[in-house]
């Protein structure tokens, strides 16, 4: 557990400037936080000595930060740079690292209330703020729960009901399409729900359905655009991913599951603002999950160990998109975590992946935090910086050297609150 101390030492509330501007890609720290004097705010908790990995591809280094009582950060520098206050709460947080809580763009939830209460609280217990269900969402408890802010509890997005062609067999909660103007009619009637994205699906389940048209998914898109929403697909094949974007898509759900080409790379790079979540298939090799022990019956960890063995198929899939997504990483186009179905701690499996495929620690950390934010409109999370939304986790090690110490978790706080990870 995190050391809580009480500072009794007359230090001068004072924050110097300059030393903190020494790390150029910090953001300038919110005006209230630089207010000198003796006495700091009611409320505040100041956090010392951890390594921050900030969210936006930086670190800084024996670190300060302070929480305040609008659960916000307020300042965030070196230690050298800050003059602590006497009598502010301290955690000393020396030999840590800290990193923004993880933001998961692709899921599907419970849609009942207590089951997606339930889902969002396995979610903060592995250090994840928000997460965002992807299109198989309806009845009243998701459009309200999309409003709700749960203590201890990750945040939820939803993009409602999407949008595919008929898929007899498959779930019918999607809107099953077959003229422009009933996807038109759905877009305007999620938009009234207040939902966060819309999603289509454009795949032909390996030859079962007709695939959603691009005269179809193309109106969906403008009506979404219209109503100020933007658009998510699920995509399979490269062609139609290209014509998914000439049509207006602002992300992918998914990345290509064939080789892309340079034409597809030319074209995501002409739009800096699209995102791809590459939601990575099973890797296919055999892994150890004793790390989730502490939170797993055992029963059901033993199943899934036994799964977890190698199997080449799978593992010629993932270096199709493993390939895929190494080539896009390095071209800068914009990448965000996502899991896909419903697996607590599924982005510590997703971060190793997107490692696997030739990302960078740093890069994937950025992918699961800022990027994943910045895509759900989280505008007050991914990053720890003044003003955020106080949201991180406390790890014993350092994720930058092996992306699986996001594992080994001391601590979690969302909006400010330290949660009881042994309640949960
Ligand atoms: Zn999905």
């Known amino acids: 557990m995190a050391r809580i101390a009480t500072l009794r030492s007359r230090l001068v509330w004072t924050l110097a400037l300059a030393a903190l501007a020494a790390c150029s890609e910090q953001p300038s720290p919110a005006p209230e936080a630089v207010a000198a ?21 930086t670190v800084i280094e024996n670190a300060v930060f302070t929480v305040g009582a609008d659960n916000r950060f307020g300042l965030v520098g070196t230690a050298a740079a800050v003059q602590l206050p006497s009598g502010a709460p301290v955690v000393d947080l020396s030999g840590l690292t800290v990193m923004p809580a993880i933001v998961d763009s692709h899921t599907h939830l419970s849609r009942d209330r207590a ?26 408890d998701v459009y309200a729960m999309r409003r709700e802010i749960i203590p201890g509890h990750a945040l939820y997005r939803t993009a409602g009901r999407g949008f595919t062609a008929p898929e007899p067999g498959r779930s019918d909660v999607p809107y099953w399409i077959t003229t422009a103007e009933e996807g038109r009619a759905g877009v305007r009637e999620q938009a009234a729900l207040g939902v966060d994205i819309i999603k289509v699906w454009v795949d032909d389940r390996l030859g079962q359905y007709p695939k959603l048209a691009p ?3 193309g109106a969906v898109i403008e009506e979404a655009h219209a109503a100020g929403l933007r658009t998510i697909a699920h995509e399979y094949y490269l062609a139609d991913a290209k014509e998914l974007v000439r049509r207006g898509i602002d992300a992918f759900a998914h990345g290509v599951r064939e080789p892309i ?18 939601n990575m298939p099973d890797r296919g090799v055999a892994t150890d999950l004793g790390w989730l022990s502490p939170a797993l019956p055992a029963d059901e960890l033993a199943q899934l160990q036994a799964a977890a063995v190698d199997r080449p198929q799978a593992q010629a899939f993932f270096g199709i998109q493993a390939r895929n997504l190494d080539r896009l990483a390095r071209e800068g186009v914009k990448i965000a975590l996502g899991t896909d179905g419903n697996v607590p701690w599924g982005p510590h499996l997703e971060m190793a992946d997107m490692v696997a495929s030739g990302m960078t620690p ?19 999370a991914g990053t720890i910086a003044p003003g955020k939304s106080a949201s991180f986790i406390v790890l014993e090690a350092n994720p930058l050297d092996d992306i ?15 949660i009881d990870r042994s309640a949960y």
């Open 362 to 380: 740093a890069q994937v950390l950025v992918a699961a935090t800022r990027n994943a934010a910045e895509l759900m409109r989280l505008t007050d």
């Open 115 to 140: 089951g997606l209460t339930a889902d969002l609280k396995h979610r903060a217990y592995f250090g994840v703020s928000a997460a965002m269900s992807l299109g198989q969402d309806n009845g009243p």
């Open 37 to 57: 004097g003796d006495t700091p705010p009611s409320g505040m908790t100041v956090f010392q000595g951890a390594r921050i990995i900030v969210g936006d591809g």
């Open 261 to 278: 080409d340079d034409e597809f790379v030319a074209m995501l790079k002409e739009r800096p603002s699209f995102v791809v979540v590459p």
């Open 404 to 418: 699986t110490n996001t594992r080994r978790i001391r601590d979690v706080y969302l909006r400010g609150e330290r």
């Open 215 to 217: 005269e179809l998914y």
